[in-house]
């Protein structure tokens, strides 16, 4: 064998597999053709934060007049924004990079495929290793919408290196990037329309936590068509026009230009997975619990699997993976889905750890659920941020945390008070005795966990 270990992508999964597993003593090659960096520092999570953060300033400065201040002639400068959006990334990718290409591995910048399930064939030559980690990550899905390849339109990538500031822009899909990347177009002054099929935007969670989006988005000028279906997209030389039924009538839109955000797909391309026996799943590559593949010395991590497209969660994948990858006698170390989280960085953000109420239903478990509103609580009035609640699930006997869910001001903080009580098993009576500073958003969390706890009492 020429390895110990093989990873195939170089991204956050694909690092901390190999940084794992190297730590554990193996001999590890990372393959990966570049450019090197990784989705969510090249085109996903950094470059997007860098920039809401000028549109959540224009939107403050807009309101300037609120907090007894004055700001005139506010314009924003898409160059300069994105400018030092690339400042910023290239400062992180240099830094991934120089890890990258430590010694302590063997980095090979081409492209894998597989060829046997012992061996890849990478820039003309054969390698082997006793285990393989695939991380390749997700590529922009092609949805076959009549008119829509032949109309052109950008996508998340795109939309990240614009410099020229469309005046309209139609958006397709609400899921966390559509939103966040729509919520900045408004916000610096374009007009944006979102269309999206589902009844309501981030259909991946409970209704009432996409609702006070929904509201601020159109507060802020948006037009937000929910509950669609998609017919046609077509162009002339000025716009793009999007047809499609909205309320049992058929409706169409015009733009200047058209974002299709309506997600990715699992990058398997030219792995010849066939050759190495792995099998797909439902979202991706099949894994279980210990990222292991249909077969046992493969593993899948990060997006490549679709379970979980975020990024700290392709990292502990990959963990995982390296660490069972190195200690085949050992019992397999597994992923805790219990705490799985997710944040939308919309304003209000979105922020959700454990389960929603839409999982309880589907998966039959029983549990109890408190609210309490953002515009009821004194520190959210003091900062004249009042969109959105949170709520709480727990077990109905125990008084177990099962579900925290926030829609508020910095709800991607204040999860992880949440995260951390979830991570020791503890109750709505743990949250309600730890001391809360007042007064801080965080204290909000102590109002439904309080009515929770009465409710048990009561049983
Ligand atoms: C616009 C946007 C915003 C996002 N924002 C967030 C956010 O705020 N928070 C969050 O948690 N997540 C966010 N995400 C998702 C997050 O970026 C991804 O879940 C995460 O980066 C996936 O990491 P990965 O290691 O699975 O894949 P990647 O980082 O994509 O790494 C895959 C690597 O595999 C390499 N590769 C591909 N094919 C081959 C091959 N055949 N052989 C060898 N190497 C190959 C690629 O070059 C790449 O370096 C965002 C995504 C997008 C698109």
Redesign the pocket.
Known sequence: MNYDVIV???????YAAADTAQSAGARVAI????P?G???IL???MP??TILRSSDIMALMQRAGEFGLAASDLKADLSAIIDRKNRLIREFADYRIGQLKNPRFTLIQD???FVSPTEIEVSGQRLSAKSFII????VIDQIPIPGLAKSGYLT?DDVLELKDQPESMIVLGAG??AVELAQFYQRIGTQVTLIQRSPHILSFTDEDLARPVEDRLREEGMTLFTGTRLQEVSADGKSKTVRFQHEGKEKTVSAQSLFDALG?RP?TD??NLDAAGVKMGEWGIGVDCSMRTSQPHIYA????NGLH????I?IQQGEIAGWNATHPDQTAREVDERLTAN?V?TDPQVASVGLTEKDCRKKKIEYLAASYPFDDHGKSLCLGETHGHVKLLCDPTSGEIIGGHITGPEAGELIHQLIAIMYYKGTVRDLLTMPHYHPTLSEILTYPAEELAQKIILK
């Open positions: 195939i992508g170089g991204g956050s999964g694909g393959v990966d053709p570049g090197l990784g989705l969510c085109r996903g999570c997007t934060k492209k894998a495929a991380a390749t990550g997700s998340s966390p990037v990715r990058n030219g792995l991590v990060g997006d490549v497209e975020v990024v700290h392709a944040v960085f």
